[in-house]
C-alpha cells in the first residue's frame, strides 16, 4: 500500500481528529494559516475567539466540565504570547491543554521576523512541557505524545509550535508508535506498604479530616470519595479546585476551608487529630501560615505528583498514586473497621450551627451577591455548569452555591486569571450545549475577556452570564479597606460605563438587569427563558461588602475574622 | 549552606539544558558548575550539576518532572570521584618562562602550546587543585582561563 503525502498542516488536522479531538478553540494568522486550510474540511469544530487569552480559556473550560483535552490554536508571536496566561492557569490548576501555534519560517527563527517570539521558551515554564516541531513527519507521533502528556499523571498543558515551513512540509501520514518517554511515567498505583501505614494512623484517629482538592476530580474518584468517607464517618473539607468532589449538604461535609473558607472548615483541620489529605497541594490560600497550620494532625498526603509531597507540610505518611487507586486502597485496607467519629462530629455540627455563613440582605437595601446567588440556585432545577470570575464574587460562589457533581464548577483557582469566567463558560458550553452554563462574574473581571460575549453570539454558544457590578475591583478594595486604611487606590472602576445591557445587546446578547431585591426573581426567570441567545444580567451590587470569615494572608487559621466586628481587634 | 552535586540523566534533546537550569534559577539560586556530555547510552546525556539550594530535595523533585529529565541522584561526597578540566593561557618571556614552565610541569599540568610569549596548559584534578594551579600561574599574567566545568561518579554500584 502506498503511503498518503500530506502537508504537515493537514497531519496536524488529520492528527487532532485521530486523537477524537472534536472541538477547537483558536484564532488565525500568518504563521498557522496552513492549518486553517485543512481544519475548513474536516469535522472538527472551531470556535473563533476575538482574542487568544480566550480561546485558551475556552479550551480550558472544555477541559475542565469534561475531564478531557481541550485544544487551542493561535499564530505566532502575539497569537502565542496572549496564549501564555491560559497556559499559566491551566498549569497551576492542572488542567488537560495541547496548544498548536504557528510560528515563522524554520530558516526565519531567531532574526526578529515579522510576529516572531520565542514561544517555546516563553511557554517552557507555563507548561507541562512543550515541543518544537523541526520535520513534518514528527507531527502525528507528538501530537499522540502530548496528548498524552497532557492528560495523565498530573494533567497539564502542552504546547507545540510548528514553523509555517513544516505546516507546507510534505509527508507521510504513518500512524503514531507506542510512546517511547523514559523521563515520563506517572506513578499511579500507590505502594501497599503506605496505605497499610495510612489506615493504621486513620484507625487510631479521633478527629480525622479529609482536606481533598482537584486531584478527586481529575481522578474522577469522587463516588469512590463518597464511599470512603460514609463507610467510615470521616468528615470532609472540599478546597476550592475540589467544589464538587463531596456533595455539599451532606452531613460530613464542611466545604471550603481557608482564608475565605467558612469557620467549621477551617477550624475542624486546626482542631484534627489527623489530615487525610488526598488530591490537594497545602496552598497558601488554605494553610494560611503554614507553621500554625493543624498543629495537632498527624498528615497523609496521597498526590500523583511526588513534588506535592513534603512541599508545605511534612507528611507522616507520604502516598505517590491516583486519587481513585489510592481511595479504593483505603477502602480495603479499613476493612470493616469502625471509626468512633462521633463526638467529632457532633463537634462540627455544633459549629456549624454557631458559626453559619451568614449576608444580610435588606429589603430595600443594595443587592448582596449571596443573596443573589441563592435566589439564582433557587430558580435553577438542573445542576448547572457555574464559571466563575476571580476575587469576591468567587468566594461567595464557593461559599453559598451548592456543590453536588464534580466538574460542575469551573474557576481559577491558582492563578487566580481575571477574565477566566466568560471564555470558559463558552468552552463549558460547547462541550454540553443541554447543560445550563453560567459564567457569574466580577465587573473588573468581565472587563477583561467580555469581547468573547461576541463569540458567544456569533458561535450560537448561549450561555448566561451574570455580571456583579459594584463598579470595583471589590476583592482590592476590601484589602484596601482593612489593609491600606481605606485609601481606594485604582480600585474604582465606576457604574457609569459600560452599559452593561447596550454592550450586551451590541454584541448580539441579550442584556437585562436587576438592582433590588424585588426584581431579582423575575430578571432570573427572564433570563432562564432564553435559550436561543446568550444572556448578561447586569447585578448592580453593593460595593461595601465584604467576603466573611477572612484569615489575612500569611496570619493563623486559629484566628478567623468572622465579620466586619471583628475587624476592629486587628 | 553547602554544596550539592546532582548527576542528572537527560534525554538528549533539544532544550533540555535550557528547563534543567531555569528550574534551578526558578529560586534564584546560582549554579556553581555544570557541565553536560554524552553517555554511554545512545541519545542519553548526563548533566552534573553542582549548586548550593537549600532546598534541594524540592529541586529534585521538580527536576524529576521535567519530561525529558530520566533520573537524578544526588551523590555523596564520600563516595564521589569528582574530576574538572582546565585551559590556561599564561604570558611568557625570556625571564619567566623556564620558572612557568618548571611550576607548570610540578602541578601536573600538560604544556600544550607554547608561543614567543605565551603558554597555554591543560590539567586535570579536583576543583581545589584547580584553584591552586590558577593561584601559582596569576603572578605571571593570566591571558585566559576556561573550566570544563565538574563531572563526577560514584564509586559504589
Not at chain 1, 7 to 19: D, H, K, N, P, Q
Not at chain 1, 24 to 39: C, K, R, S, T
Not at chain 1, 124 to 147: D, G
Not at chain 1, 431 to 436: G, I, M, Q, R
Amino acid at each position: 500500500m502506498s503511503k498518503e503525502q500530506l502537508t504537515g498542516a493537514e497531519l496536524v488536522i488529520r492528527g487532532l481528529e485521530y486523537l477524537n479531538v472534536s472541538t477547537v478553540f483558536g484564532v488565525p494568522g500568518g504563521a498557522i494559516l496552513p492549518a486553517y486550510d485543512p481544519l475548513y474540511d474536516s469535522p472538527i469544530r472551531h470556535i473563533l475567539a476575538r482574542h487568544e487569552q480566550g480561546a485558551g480559556h475556552m479550551a480550558e473550560g472544555y477541559a475542565q466540565s469534561t475531564g478531557e483535552l481541550g485544544v487551542v490554536i493561535a499564530t505566532s508571536g502575539p497569537g502565542a504570547t496572549n496564549l501564555i496566561t491560559p497556559l499559566a492557569n491551566a498549569l497551576m490548576d492542572s488542567t488537560p491543554l495541547l496548544a498548536i501555534t504557528g510560528q515563522v519560517a524554520s530558516e526565519a527563527i531567531g532574526n526578529d521576523a515579522f510576529q516572531e517570539a520565542y514561544t517555546v521558551g516563553l511557554s517552557m515554564a507555563a507548561t507541562k512541557h512543550n515541543y518544537l516541531i523541526t520535520n513534518a513527519s514528527e507531527i502525528p507521533q507528538v501530537l499522540k505524545e502530548a496528548k498524552y502528556i497532557a492528560t495523565s499523571g498530573r494533567p497539564g498543558p502542552v504546547l507545540i509550535d510548528i514553523p509555517k515551513d513544516i505546516l507546507n512540509q510534505k509527508s507521510d501520514w504513518v500512524e503514531p508508535g507506542p510512546l517511547d518517554l523514559p523521563g515520563y511515567k506517572p506513578t499511579l498505583e500507590p505502594n501497599p506498604k503506605m496505605i497499610q501505614q495510612a489506615a493504621n494512623l486513620i484507625k487510631n484517629s479521633n478527629k480525622p479530616i479529609l482536606y481533598v482538592g482537584g486531584g478527586i476530580i481529575h481522578s474522577k474518584a469522587n463516588q469512590e470519595l463518597f464511599d470512603l468517607a460514609t463507610k467510615f464517618n470521616i468528615p470532609v473539607v472540599t478546597t476550592l479546585m475540589g467544589r464538587g468532589a463531596f456533595p455539599d449538604g451532606h452531613e460530613l461535609c464542611l466545604e471550603m476551608p481557608g482564608m475565605h473558607g467558612n469557620y467549621t472548615a477551617t477550624t475542624s483541620i486546626q482542631k484534627s487529630d489527623l489530615l487525610i489529605a488526598i488530591g490537594v497541594r497545602f496552598d497558601d490560600r488554605v494553610t494560611a501560615n503554614p507553621s500554625f497550620f493543624a498543629q495537632n494532625a498527624k498528615v497523609i498526603h496521597a498526590d500523583i505528583d511526588p513534588a506535592e509531597i513534603g512541599k508545605v507540610r511534612e507528611a507522616q505518611v507520604p502516598i505517590v498514586g491516583d486519587a481513585k487507586s489510592v481511595i479504593l486502597g483505603l477502602i480495603d485496607a479499613l476493612g470493616d473497621t469502625k471509626l468512633n467519629t462521633e463526638n467529632w462530629i457532633n463537634e462540627l455540627n455544633s459549629m456549624k450551627t454557631e458559626f453559619p455563613l451568614s449576608y444580610n440582605q435588606n429589603e430595600n437595601g443594595p443587592l448582596k451577591v449571596p443573596f443573589v446567588l441563592e435566589e439564582l440556585q433557587n430558580l435553577t432545577e438542573e445542576e448547572a455548569i457555574v464559571v466563575s470570575g476571580v476575587g469576591q464574587h468567587q468566594m461567595w460562589i464557593s461559599q453559598h452555591w451548592n456543590f453536588t457533581e464534580p466538574n460542575t464548577w469551573l474557576n481559577s483557582g491558582g492563578l487566580g486569571t481575571m477574565g477566566y469566567s466568560l471564555p470558559a463558560a463558552i468552552g463549558a458550553k460547547t462541550a454540553y450545549p443541554e447543560k445550563l452554563v453560567l459564567a457569574l462574574d466580577g465587573d473588573g473581571c468581565f472587563q477583561m475577556t467580555c469581547q468573547e460575549l461576541i463569540t458567544a453570539s456569533t458561535e450560537n454558544i448561549p450561555v448566561k452570564i451574570v455580571v456583579f457590578n459594584n463598579g470595583n475591583h471589590g476583592m482590592v478594595r476590601q484589602w484596601q479597606k482593612i489593609f491600606y486604611n481605606s485609601k481606594f487606590s485604582a480600585s474604582e472602576l465606576g457604574h457609569v460605563v459600560p452599559d452593561y445591557v447596550k454592550l450586551a445587546e451590541s454584541m448580539g446578547a441579550v442584556g437585562l438587569r436587576m438592582t433590588k431585591k424585588s426584581e431579582v426573581k423575575n430578571v432570573f426567570l427572564e433570563m432562564l427563558k432564553i435559550n436561543d441567545k446568550p444572556v448578561l444580567i447586569d447585578c448592580v451590587v453593593d460595593p461595601e461588602d465584604m467576603v466573611f470569615p477572612m484569615v489575612p494572608a500569611g496570619g493563623s487559621n486559629d484566628q478567623i475574622i468572622l465579620n466586619e466586628e471583628d475587624l476592629k481587634n486587628l | 549552606m553547602s554544596e550539592r552535586i546532582l548527576s542528572v540523566l537527560v534525554e538528549d534533546k533539544p532544550g533540555v539544558l535550557a528547563r534543567v537550569a531555569s528550574t534551578i534559577s526558578r529560586r534564584g539560586f546560582n549554579i556553581n558548575s555544570l557541565s553536560v556530555g554524552p553517555t554511554h547510552i545512545e541519545g542519553r546525556s548526563k548533566m552534573t550539576i553542582v549548586t548550593e539550594l537549600d532546598a534541594v530535595e524540592q529541586v529534585k523533585k521538580q527536576l524529576n518532572k521535567l519530561v525529558n529529565v530520566i533520573k537524578i541522584v544526588e551523590l555523596d561526597p564520600d563516595m564521589t570521584i569528582e574530576t574538572e578540566v582546565l585551559l590556561l593561557k599564561v604570558s611568557i618571556n625570556k625571564d619567566s618562562q623556564t620558572s612557568v614552565i618548571e611550576k607548570a610541569s610540578l602541578s601536573g599540568a600538560n604544556s600544550v602550546d607554547v608561543g614567543q610569549d605565551y603558554a597555554v596548559f591543560e590539567l586535570t584534578g579536583s576543583s581545589k587543585e584547580l584553584n591552586k594551579f590558577e593561584d601559582l600561574m596569576k603572578p605571571f599574567g593570566i591571558i585566559e582561563m576556561v573550566r570544563g566545568g565538574r563531572i563526577a561518579i560514584q564509586t559504589n554500584l
